[in-house]
């Protein structure tokens, strides 16, 4: 099973910090290792680069981009997309500072709900811990100045 968390991620932080991303897969990997204050003080940093997710207008996204996928599931809690066999699936929880995304089969199960975040216009960053994958949903722009 595959899990990622979505983090929406202050602009200024996003623009800075783009092409280093796994600073950010760190920094979100020692939260998890840590105790004490050490937690606290990683707690604080990630509350400062994050922002919280506008609730409504993700659910909004999603309904309006998965409305004709006959197979999503919303349960009160969670959206669900069962695939053709139990051996493939994803689901997506919403809460107030991140998305939490758990797939399992084949790999572009959570491409469904991946590709509808990416039309959301705010600086989604996507980690998965456990397999050391890392990225923006939607990859930053770089401006070219002539």
């Not at 993700?58 to 069962?82: A, F, M």
């Not at 980690?127 to 949903?137: L, P, V």
Request: a positive charge; proline letters at 2%.
């Amino acid at each position: 099973m595959r899990s990622y968390q979505v983090y929406s991620i202050e602009n200024e932080v996003a623009e800075y910090y783009y092409g280093r991303e796994r600073m950010f897969y760190d920094l979100f990997l020692q939260y998890l290792c840590v105790n004490g204050n050490l937690k606290e003080i990683i707690r604080k940093q990630i509350k400062y680069i994050t922002k919280p997710l506008p609730v409504l207008n993700i659910h909004h996204l999603l309904n309006q981009n998965l409305i004709k996928k006959s197979e999503l599931i919303w349960d009160g809690r969670k959206y669900c997309v069962k695939g053709n066999t139990l051996e493939n699936g994803v689901e997506l929880q919403v809460e107030e500072q991140r998305l939490l995304i758990q797939a399992w089969g084949n790999y572009d199960s959570e491409s469904i709900f991946l590709e509808a975040l990416r039309k959301y216009d705010g600086r989604l960053l996507a980690i998965d811990i456990e397999n050391e994958r890392f990225g923006w949903i939607k990859p930053i722009k770089e401006r070219k100045y002539v």
